[in-house]
């Protein structure tokens, strides 16, 4: 399996970061969070949105087939189907308030930028005007800037990936690529390239500046 550990430094041309979880803070710990207030099981979400897969709610939104009107209606009575009774306007407006730009990955791009990587966002994502906001202002950090609500695919579809490798102008397997979702890396590391879990921003990044051979602080 390829990972940060075995693959040579030199092999790597461009860097794929995820956003959620990744540049910005996670929206897993804004989950965990609402399910303690409502007293319900760990990743009650999550376990909601994987099992719904392709045809559920939060899929269909981060494709651009739902309005945010839409989406609260439709997840809300997902959720309620499974059991589980939630304001969903609620949940995304804690998932905006704290979803902040995390500084040092953006060090670590523009470090990467300096030494001629090429560097690109891969994010599933929504249309709101928060996201508006933060999308405009990462873009400029990236060479690349695939968002699944504009071209209507979302991880972990192979084919996001393999667009995102063909706008940076550069085989898989010369990509290393970060992302805290373990389901979402599974076709990045299928394709070849070389992947890295973030669970703690500061040792992903450790793991990072192994695989390109640089100081990414």
């Not at 709101?128 to 873009?139: F, G, Y």
Request: aromatic content about 6%; glycine content about 6%; hydrophobic content about 45%.
């Amino acid at each position: 399996m390829r990972n940060s550990a075995t693959t040579a430094h030199m092999s790597i041309a461009a860097v794929i970061f995820d956003l959620g979880g990744v540049v910005l803070e996670s929206p897993l710990a804004v989950f965990a969070d609402y399910e303690r207030t409502l007293d319900l099981p760990v990743h009650t979400l999550n376990k909601g949105i994987v099992a719904a897969g392709a045809t559920g709610a939060w899929a269909r939104l981060e494709r651009g087939e739902l309005t945010m009107r839409e989406f609260c209606v439709a997840f809300d009575a997902e959720n309620a189907a499974r059991g589980v009774a939630i304001s969903t306007e609620t949940l995304l407006g804690q998932v905006a308030a704290r979803s902040g730009i995390r500084p040092a990955v953006v060090t670590a791009i523009r470090t990467l930028r300096a030494h001629a990587l090429k560097v690109a966002a891969l994010t599933n994502n929504w249309v709101s005007a928060d996201q508006a906001d933060k999308m405009e202002t990462l873009r400029c950090e990236f060479d690349v800037f695939v968002e699944s609500t504009r071209v209507g695919l979302r991880k972990p579809d192979p084919r996001i990936y393999e667009l995102t490798c063909r706008e940076l102008g550069v085989q898989a397997e010369r990509v290393a690529y970060l992302d805290d979702i373990g389901l979402n890396l599974k076709p990045a590391r299928a394709l070849g390239m070389t992947t890295i879990k973030v669970d703690d921003i500061e040792l992903a990044l450790h793991q990072l500046a192994n695989v390109v051979g640089l100081d990414l602080r």
